[in-house]
C-alpha cells in the first residue's frame, strides 16, 4: 500500500478518536461539577457515530483533503456534547471548566506521545528527516526511512499523534464559534462585549471558514511543529 494512503488512513483515524476524546472531556467535567445533562444524551460514550458532526467531521476534512491534494493536514471537531450551565455546582467557572477540558485533554495526549518519542532510542537524525519528510511530503525519502528500523514506525505513530493533538489543540483554542477558545472568551468578557458575543455566534462559521484558508492553519502548524520540537527535543 502506498504510504501517503497509509498516514492518510491513520490521520483520519487519529482525528477520530481524538476528538470524541475531546468531547468526553468536556462531557465528563460537566458531569463533575453536577450537569448530567451529556449522560441523559448518550454522549458519555466512545461510540464515534455519537459524535460526528456532519460539517466539522466529514465536510470540513474532505475539503481540507482536496484543497491540498491530500497533502496538508487534516483537522476538524465533532458534533458539541450538551452541556446546561445552570446545573454547574461552580456557577463562576463551571462553563469555563468545561471548554477548557477538551483542548486540554488534546494537550495532554500530545504531550504523552512528544515525551514518548524523545526517549524513543533512534539517532536525532533520523528523527528529523522523519518529522522534515513527513511534513514535506517526501514520500520515497519517507519510505526509505521507515524501512531501515520498526522503531521508526512507532517514531512517525508517536509523531503523528502527537503534532495532531497539539494542532487540534491550538486550534479548538480559537476564540471563535463553534470553538471551545469562544466559549472560553465569552466567559472572561465583561458584559459590555455583549453585542460582539452576538456577532461571533451569527457569523462564526464564516469567520472561521476564513481564518482557516487564509493563512490560519498555517499559523497553527508552525506553533503546533514548534510545541512537538520543544517536548520531544528535535
Known amino acids: 500500500m502506498d504510504i501517503s494512503l497509509i498516514i492518510l488512513i491513520l490521520s483520519l483515524v487519529i482525528l477520530l478518536l481524538s476528538v470524541v476524546i475531546h468531547e468526553l472531556a468536556h462531557g465528563y467535567v460537566a458531569y463533575s461539577l453536577g450537569d448530567p445533562t451529556a449522560r441523559y444524551a448518550g454522549r458519555l460514550t466512545l461510540n464515534p457515530l455519537k459524535h460526528l458532526d ?3 467531521s466529514v ?3 474532505l475539503l481540507l483533503l482536496l484543497a491540498t491534494a491530500g497533502q496538508g493536514p487534516i483537522f476538524g471537531w465533532a458534533k458539541p456534547v ?3 450551565p445552570y446545573n454547574f455546582k461552580d456557577q463562576k467557572w463551571g462553563s ?5 477540558a477538551g483542548p486540554t485533554t488534546n494537550f495532554l495526549i500530545a504531550l504523552f506521545f512528544a515525551l514518548l518519542n524523545r526517549f524513543l532510542p533512534l539517532t536525532q537524525e533520523i528523527k528529523y528527516s522523519i518529522v522534515f519528510n513527513f511534513l514535506n511530503s517526501r514520500e520515497e525519502s519517507l519510505t526509505s526511512l521507515l524501512s531501515n528500523s520498526p ?5 512517525l505513530f508517536f509523531f503523528i499523534v502527537s503534532f495532531y493533538n497539539f494542532l487540534w489543540g491550538l486550534f479548538n483554542l480559537v476564540p471563535i464559534p463553534p470553538l471551545d477558545g469562544s466559549w472560553v472568551l465569552f ?4 458584559q459590555t462585549f455583549e453585542k460582539a458575543k452576538i456577532f461571533l455566534q451569527q457569523y462564526g462559521i464564516f469567520i472561521l471558514i476564513f481564518f482557516i484558508f487564509f493563512g490560519g492553519l498555517r499559523i497553527l502548524v508552525e506553533i503546533a511543529q514548534l510545541f512537538y520540537y520543544f517536548v520531544s527535543g528535535g
Open 54 to 56: 456532519l460539517f466539522g
Open 59 to 61: 465536510i470540513l476534512p
Open 82 to 84: 450538551p452541556v446546561n
Open 96 to 100: 469555563f471548566k468545561v471548554a477548557i
Open 151 to 155: 522503531l521508526t514506525l512507532f517514531f
Open 187 to 190: 466567559n472572561l468578557l465583561p
